[in-house]
């Protein structure tokens, strides 16, 4: 069984960073791909950014292009969403997807594992 938490959440002006971490436990983490999501209320959850373990091969969402990225931790089995110049937009719930196997889809369906999700809140 495979766990993931989320952490790094909070609140923060517009134009502010936070950076997310997603640890996940349970076993090791080789030929997988971790994703972001996320979801506001009342709408469906989207693809953020995704990355490939064994290439570190990166996908993003255009509307976070060139203002997130995601990234391998060196702690093991960690990764991160580092999110600059963030917008009231980006406010909601960011979850943390695993799937074992797969490359860096921006599919929901493709990942078989998921976080209980991190708030984020950007005041204008």
């Known amino acids: 069984q495979v766990r993931l938490v989320e952490s790094g959440g909070g609140l923060v002006q517009a134009g502010g960073s936070l950076r997310l971490s997603c640890t996940a436990s349970?076993?090791?983490?080789?030929?997988?791909?971790v994703a972001w999501f996320r979801q506001a209320p009342g709408k469906e959850r989207e693809f953020v950014a995704a990355?490939?373990?064994?290439?570190?091969?990166?996908r993003y969402q255009d509307s976070v292009k060139g203002r997130f990225t995601i990234s391998r931790g060196i702690a093991p089995n960690t990764t991160y969403l580092q999110m600059n110049s963030l917008e009231p937009e980006d406010t909601t719930v960011y979850y943390c997807?695993?799937?074992?196997?797969?490359?860096?889809?921006?599919?929901?369906?493709?990942?078989?594992?998921w976080g209980q999700g991190t708030q984020v809140t950007v005041s204008s």
């Open positions: 997807a695993a799937d074992l196997w797969g490359s860096e889809s921006p599919t929901i369906y493709d990942y078989e594992y």
């Open positions: 349970g076993r090791t983490f080789n030929n997988c791909a």
């Open positions: 990355i490939r373990w064994i290439t570190e091969t990166t």
